[in-house]
């Protein structure tokens, strides 16, 4: 499977980005798709992910703010992100779930996923 993210870029405090994220290759193997990011100095965290039946999940501080969708049609996800904060910079990765079981803990951090995007950089100016 590969993944192209696009999408990113810089914004001011209480602006929106979208990304996308089209996956190409063994698509029909993909169960889970999802973004991380990781930010200068800090571990790689779970933004949000959708699965193969469209149920998505959000980690709790872009709840209300950032909404993740999948075009199962165009092996595309994307993530709407609004009312961004200076604490949202990052670099934002999209990538792909195959089936495997994974701890919740590790799966936060990453290490349930197989495959990985080129990140994207978000940056928001206060």
């Known amino acids: 499977v590969q993944l192209q993210a696009s999408g990113g870029g810089l914004v001011q405090a209480g602006g929106s980005l979208r990304l996308s994220c089209a996956a190409s290759g063994s698509i029909f193997s993909i169960n889970i798709m999802g973004w991380y990011r990781q930010a200068p100095g800090k571990e790689r965290e779970l933004v949000a992910d959708?699965?193969?039946?469209?149920?998505?999940n959000y980690a709790d501080s872009v709840k209300g703010r950032f909404t993740i969708s999948r075009d199962n049609a165009k092996n595309t996800v994307y993530l709407q992100m609004n009312s961004l904060k200076p604490e949202d910079s990052a670099v934002y990765y999209c990538?792909?779930?195959?089936?495997?079981?994974?701890?919740?803990?590790?799966?936060?951090?990453?290490?349930?996923?197989?495959?990985w995007g080129k990140g994207t950089q978000v940056t928001v100016s206060s």
């Open positions: 959708i699965t193969s039946g469209l149920s998505t």
């Open positions: 990538a792909t779930n195959q089936g495997r079981l994974c701890l919740p803990y590790l799966y936060r951090r990453g290490n349930g996923m197989d495959y």
